[in-house]
């Protein structure tokens, strides 16, 4: 089994910055995609961004030039590094990753618990 373990969520102000990070756990032989995806209240989760194993990038236009995705592939650990958070950013933030686990070399998608970030003053 894999487990997404997400931290860093918080309450922040606007035009402040925050960080996130997933952490990735358990019978991992490598992880494909990952990504983060939020969902605020009353509406439907939205990816916010993906990156691939190699490194490539795909962002939601709401936070394109405001956020950064990273991943730290020897740690199993991807990022999400947000700056000039604005009240619309406030959600429930979910990490996701395709997993290609040891030994089978099945290959599943994974979804973490969630961290809140709250964007008030």
């Known amino acids: 089994q894999v487990q997404l373990v997400e931290s860093g969520g918080g309450l922040v102000q606007p035009g402040g910055s925050l960080r996130l990070s997933c952490a990735a756990s358990g019978s991992i032989f490598s992880i494909n995609q990952m990504g983060w995806y939020r969902q605020a209240p009353g509406k439907e989760r939205e990816l916010v961004a993906t990156?691939?194993?190699?490194?490539?990038?795909n962002y939601a236009d709401s936070v394109k030039g405001r956020f950064t995705i990273s991943r730290d592939n020897a740690k199993n650990t991807l990022y999400l590094q947000m700056n000039a958070l604005n009240p619309e950013d406030t959600a429930a933030y979910y990490c996701n990753a395709v997993v290609i686990l040891a030994p089978s070399f099945g290959t599943y998608a994974y979804w973490g618990q969630g961290t809140q970030v709250t964007v008030s003053s």
């Open positions: 990156i691939s194993s190699g490194g490539s990038t």
